[in-house]
């Protein structure tokens, strides 16, 4: 099947309350492996490259230091794979851009090939982070690709984006968001941690997703939330890890509960990079 863009998806998604699961791939194996799980549940399946994983994939073993060019050439290989894949599956694929770090990385990875991309603009003030996430926007919705923003910090670490603690996201923010800017998604920050130590038992604000869907519902504005940092960290993989030499301690991820919870309360994409990674 021809891969499309996440907006179709994330419609299904808000009309009928459930929430799609994303997966970073960061490897070959991994897109294969990934779209061969989602075709044995019948699933449509969103694969996600972050902005460095293109770097990485580009050939930049120093991926912090990769150039558009290694990101463009990356996102090719990365799109490659889940196109060799995928092509003759049963399933809708969504190959989409992760923490874009700026316009010029959405640009890239929308000419080799991605269908949605995300705009981090979350460290940027509001009205910054606003006329960033427009201008990528208006780009890529002339080509036919979807776009994810982000409003409110989350706390941990993941590729470039790190931060000691979390700003939640203001509900009424979020709506104006999607009203100035277009966007089909927006990750907003509610109690998710980027990074393998999320914090024991954490406990989710839902109650942050069910105001802004209920305020877009209000406004009749479309929007998908989205759920980053939402690793559930299995705590056998970790001790496989760390019984052959590792040595990672802290490691709490999301309860399964409260990510099925989350998505009753209006959450509809739900991101997955380190435990693919672990």
């Known amino acids: 099947m021809t891969l499309i863009p996440l907006r179709p998806l994330m419609?299904?998604?808000v009309?009928?309350?459930f929430a799609q699961g994303a997966f970073n791939v960061n490897a070959v194996a991994q897109a294969k492996a990934a779209i061969q799980v989602h075709e044995m549940f019948r699933?449509?399946?969103?694969l996600q490259g972050a902005d460095l994983a293109n770097g990485f994939m580009g050939g930049r073993c120093d991926f912090m230091n990769a150039t558009l060019e290694d990101k463009k050439k990356g996102a090719e290989n990365i799109a490659g794979a889940v196109k060799k894949y995928g092509e003759d599956s049963p399933i809708p694929i969504v190959l989409h851009l992760d923490h874009g770090r700026d316009f010029d990385s959405c640009a890239a990875a929308i000419a080799g090939g991605y269908t949605s991309v995300m705009i981090d603009g979350s460290s940027l003030a509001f009205d910054e982070n606003v006329e960033l996430t427009r201008e990528v926007v208006k780009y890529a919705h002339a080509r036919g690709v979807s776009v994810e923003g982000e409003l409110g910090v989350l706390a941990g670490v993941e590729d470039h984006v790190f931060s000691e603690g979390s700003t939640y996201t203001n509900p009424l923010k979020a709506v104006e968001f999607f009203r100035k800017t277009g966007v089909d998604a927006l990750a907003i920050s509610y109690g998710t941690m980027h990074g393998a130590s999320k914090g024991k038992n954490v406990?989710?604000?839902k109650e942050i997703a069910v105001?802004?869907?209920?305020?877009l519902n209000h406004e009749g504005i479309f929007g998908a939330l989205v759920s980053h940092g939402s690793s559930t960290v299995?705590?056998?993989i970790v001790d496989e890890i760390?019984?052959?030499g590792g040595t990672l301690t802290g490691t709490y991820g999301i309860a399964v509960s409260e990510l099925q919870e989350a998505a009753r309360c209006g959450i509809n994409k739900i991101n997955v990079d380190t435990d693919i990674r672990l």
């Not at 699933?43 to 969103?46: L, P, T």
């Open 11 to 13: 419609e299904a998604s």
């Open 15 to 17: 009309k009928h309350g």
């Open 43 to 46: 699933s449509a399946a969103i």
């Open 203 to 205: 406990k989710l604000r």
């Open 211 to 215: 105001a802004i869907r209920e305020c």
């Open 234 to 236: 299995p705590a056998y």
């Open 242 to 244: 760390n019984g052959l």
